[in-house]
């Protein structure tokens, strides 16, 4: 039997046995009629005068990395003052930042934001925010309950939808956080080895061996200790992107159900998961291969269907993670993947069964961005072209609009974030525990709506605090914490 066949097996035998148990969970989407003479595009495929689309940055494209932030903050964040954000001062776009009275001037610091994750600067659109607010006018917030209950729609369904074309999967499932969405797999995938475990016996054959990047997101980490907790899942930790490493951690696992966990982005190193030599090991050892592809979505491949796409190997990864809060604009996370996977997830996955479904608006928004970002493909083309401007400014060798600077320790980030600020960066210092000791570092995103006057304003501004000579990919071999 083929190597991806034998997890097709498993999975329908654990969907058996939760059917025989009668704890088989379903969706049943309420439908929700458009009050208004607009037509809703059912077809994604075929774009109607409901979303409009532009070929080129607009004025209203800057507002997502334009800031303000109040003087008070900006002082608390020169002197590294703790701060729960009770200033309430934070202000975005046009709503203040011109210079109309003297007031503000004195009161408002401006500042470009190169720390953030809307990779396409698509939360400032506003065919995304006409989609979301004619939704909230039609329907509100929608009903308010787990998917399971009530809080499915039409609205999830046509998204889910959109999201599975563009994985070229299946089905697909709507998580109310990509976190979620992280945490849902990875304890599923624990739960089948108990369901098809029966006597003492088969209790250590069907015991799972997950492999994970000593590197991935903390929402895998955190799946992966719930799932040790059933006592019939093992975790191996391989270097970061070292498929040596992972092919002799699995070349000695004899246990026949294996899955490999990775991130396709990393998102405090900005290295993309050895996407060629991972498919390669899924052929010879037929583990199942999961992605969590939060940073490539949207922003990867020619049609932004994510990292897969970009390395040809989409048919490859069985499960796909994704969020719809980073490149889309939005909120929200979703799971790609074949629909027995998808029943499956919706019935043991417990960061999704106990979770109220996000909001119509948001659904409608998310919708919009999927349809847009495949329009507006002068986006993805700019991002690109920054990447490429900003190693010919510094020659940083870097492969993604995720920049790390390591500068070693906290002190040192901390200065470097404060001459950034005071030159008009928004860029914050990494520290641990997000990145390892002595690996602190300032993390640069750029964005298709940055202009090549702010990436080379910005360089300037890096080359007073960083030595560009001195700093290298950076290659971990830490363990994460498990």
């Not at 899924?282 to 970009?310: I, M, P, S």
């Not at 069985?318 to 993947?337: E, H, M, P, R, W």
Request: overall charge positive; aromatic content about 8%.
């Amino acid at each position: 039997m083929e190597n991806s066949s034998l997890w097709d097996k498993w999975v329908e035998e654990a969907l058996s046995k939760l059917e025989a148990l009668k704890v088989l969970r379903s969706l049943r989407p309420i439908y929700l009629s458009p009050n208004d003479r607009h037509r809703r595009v059912r077809n994604p495929g075929h774009i109607g005068e409901d979303y409009e689309v532009f070929d080129e940055m607009q004025h209203w494209d800057r507002n997502a990395v334009q800031i303000s932030i109040s003087d008070s903050t900006f002082q608390r964040w020169l002197h590294d003052v703790p701060s729960s954000g009770d200033e309430n001062e934070i202000v975005c776009g046009d709503g203040l930042a011109n210079d109309k009275t003297t007031t503000f001037a004195r009161q408002f610091k401006r500042l470009l934001l190169f720390s953030g994750n809307d990779y396409l600067g698509l939360s400032s659109h506003p065919t995304i925010a006409k989609a979301a607010a004619r939704a909230a006018q039609e329907h509100g917030m929608g009903p308010r309950g787990s998917a399971l209950i009530c809080g499915y729609t039409n609205y999830h369904r046509l998204l889910e939808s959109c999201l599975a074309d563009l994985k070229k999967k299946e089905d697909c499932l709507l998580c109310p956080t990509g976190f979620a969405a992280n945490m849902a797999v990875i304890v599923a995938v624990g739960n089948i080895a108990s369901l098809l475990a029966g006597d003492e016996k088969s209790f250590k054959d069907e015991k799972i061996a997950i492999f994970s990047d000593a590197l991935n997101h903390a929402s895998i980490i955190d799946g992966i200790r719930i799932a040790e907790r059933t006592k019939m899942v093992e975790v191996f930790v391989y270097k970061h992107c070292d498929m040596s490493h992972l092919k002799t951690l699995l070349s000695c696992c004899t246990m026949r159900k294996k899955v490999v966990v990775t991130d396709s982005l990393f998102s405090m190193d900005g290295d993309f998961a050895p996407m060629v030599e991972l498919v390669k090991l899924r052929r010879k050892y037929g583990f199942l291969l999961v992605l969590d592809d939060a940073h490539g979505t949207f922003v990867c491949g020619k049609n932004g269907g994510g990292v897969a796409e970009q390395f040809n190997c989409e048919r490859d990864v069985d499960i796909c993670v994704g969020t719809l809060s980073k490149a889309a604009g939005c909120q929200g996370g979703f799971i790609a993947c074949s629909k027995s996977w998808k029943k499956f997830i919706q019935s043991r996955g417990r960061s999704f069964i106990f979770s109220t479904a996000i909001p119509i608006p948001i659904a409608a928004a998310a919708h919009a961005a999927v349809i847009v970002s495949n329009k507006e493909t002068w986006r993805r083309r700019a991002i690109w072209n920054h990447v490429q401007y900003f190693h010919a400014l510094t020659g940083i060798p870097i492969t993604s609009p995720i920049i790390s600077l390591i500068v070693g320790n906290e002190e040192k980030a901390l200065q470097a974030s404060r001459h950034l600020l005071k030159s008009g960066f928004h860029a914050t210092a990494i520290r641990p525990p997000t990145v390892p000791a002595n690996s602190c570092r300032l993390r640069i995103t750029l964005t298709a709506v940055h202009t090549q006057d702010d990436i080379k304003k910005l360089t300037i501004a890096l080359s007073s605090c960083v030595n560009f000579q001195d700093i290298v990919s950076h290659n971990s071999n830490v363990y994460a914490k498990l």
